[in-house]
């Protein structure tokens, strides 16, 4: 990992952001391939996801909508330790989410003028789970639980039909599914899965949804985007990045391997270290070049670390290290200080407060959300929750007396705005 000096120096949000840039990747082709793909579903539906399946799959003449027996025998299949971790990360995921719906609560006005705000699910989700580098189990949990706890009537599911499955979705995200009751599963992958939830694919009995769920690569992110406005999507989703606080405390290898188990994730992978203590920088790149040599996945998790996107920056102090965070705005931001003060770091998707937080913790079983806003976006947007498929919806209530005590009101505003039949619409009821 590349070590940056920003001592001494007082630096703009903006420089601070430019300091650590964010991956790039090639998003403009992705996009165009995306939107060529969700069309091409819209169009042909199953013939085309088959099509994308052996194609990107390696898969043909598998069971595009999952039978129950695949899901039931997946069950069956799985570890006892496994079954109890899913368990048990559903049970944590569904009590935090179920603090996230509001109360729908009454305002009232004056005498017989009531606003009633409440809070209404949409119909039907459909959640997309990865099916690449790695396989998210978790992600089953993370996307659904919230989605039930928030009374969506219907889930379906995507997931890439695995090769060396013989065309199934893996076992585990199918054993998930099964846990959560989940019925309604689909082997199809990427962007046309994204399609296919947007526009429907008759021939599959897969009804469009109203909202889109789940983590992906950059075609899925884009497709999101290219389907944006026909249904609600959670968001576009990046490279996974952690940026780390820490101070002369700090233990050095407890740092290094947070670091290292967030660069295993994707060569595009962000890991981020800002420190007020040269020693403990020090300290943290010894101990990342051991783990990382020696970790499973050595040859991804090295070409992340040496990326411009992951860094160990030195700052003045602490609160330099708060204004670099609150800049850079990461998802996962961890704090290993004496005095974290976990208000004062504004800008992230999750904060993980104390060396016994780390962000594997949120991965599976804190019972918080791993879904959470990548790329800055931290700045303005909130990880995935109940609130992810809610609507705010107000019911309004006026009777005679209480609209004829705002009468004047909407007459004054309606023909300022020069819309003399709004205000025409009220007084036709005083008329008589």
């Known amino acids: 990992m590349r070590t940056i000096d920003l001592r001494g120096r007082r630096l703009t949000p903006a420089e601070l952001l430019a300091a650590v840039p964010r991956a790039e990747a090639a998003r403009g082709l992705a996009l165009a391939t995306a939107a060529e793909i969700v069309h091409d579903v819209a169009a042909r539906g199953e013939v085309s996801l088959r099509e994308q399946a052996a194609r990107f799959d390696g898969v043909e003449d598998h069971a595009v909508r999952v039978p129950a027996e695949h899901l039931d025998e997946a069950l069956e299949g799985i570890s006892p330790a496994v079954r109890t971790a899913i368990e048990e990360s559903i049970r944590r995921v569904r009590l935090a989410s179920a603090a996230q719906v509001p109360p729908d609560r009454v305002t009232e006005l004056g005498p017989g003028a009531r606003v009633e705000q409440r809070w209404r699910p949409v119909r039907r989700v459909g959640v997309y789970v990865p099916g690449g580098k790695a396989v998210y189990p978790s992600s089953v949990v993370m996307n659904v639980v919230p989605a039930q706890v928030a009374g969506v009537e219907t889930v379906a599911l995507a997931s890439p039909p695995q090769r060396d499955h013989g065309g199934r979705v893996h076992p585990v995200i199918l054993a998930a599914a099964r846990l959560l009751g989940i019925s309604e599963v689909y082997a199809m992958g990427g962007a046309g899965a994204i399609g296919a939830f947007a526009y429907g694919v008759d021939s599959l ?33 990046g490279a996974t990045e952690i940026l780390i606080v820490a101070d002369d405390e700090a233990d050095a290898d407890l740092v290094a391997a947070d670091l290292v188990s967030q660069a295993e994730h994707d060569e595009q992978a962000a890991a981020v270290l800002v420190t007020d203590s040269a020693d403990l920088a020090a300290a943290v790149a010894e101990r990342v070049s051991v783990r990382a040599a020696g970790t499973r996945h050595a040859d991804r998790v090295a070409i992340a670390l040496d990326g411009p996107q992951s860094a160990i920056v030195l700052v003045d102090d602490i609160p330099a290290a708060a204004a670099f965070s609150n800049a850079y705005a990461p ?24 060396s016994h937080t780390p962000v594997s913790l949120g991965d599976y079983l804190a019972g918080s959300n791993h879904v959470l806003p990548t790329g800055g976006q931290a700045r303005y947007a909130a990880g995935l929750g109940a609130a992810t498929f809610l609507r705010s919806q107000q019911v309004i209530t006026y009777d005679r007396e209480a609209l004829r005590a705002v009468h004047d009101g909407i007459l004054a505003l309606s023909d300022s ?10 007084s036709a009821r005083f008329d008589a």
């Open 417 to 426: 705005e020069q819309l003399p039949a709004h205000g025409e619409a009220v």
């Open 205 to 237: 009995e897969l009804d469009p949804v109203d909202v889109i769920s789940g983590p992906g690569n950059n075609f899925v992110a884009l497709a999101k985007r290219v389907v944006a406005g026909v249904v609600g999507t959670d968001s576009e989703a």
């Open 331 to 354: 998802e996962h931001l961890e704090l290993h200080l004496r005095d974290p003060r976990p208000d004062e770091y504004v800008n992230a998707g999750a904060v993980f407060v104390g």
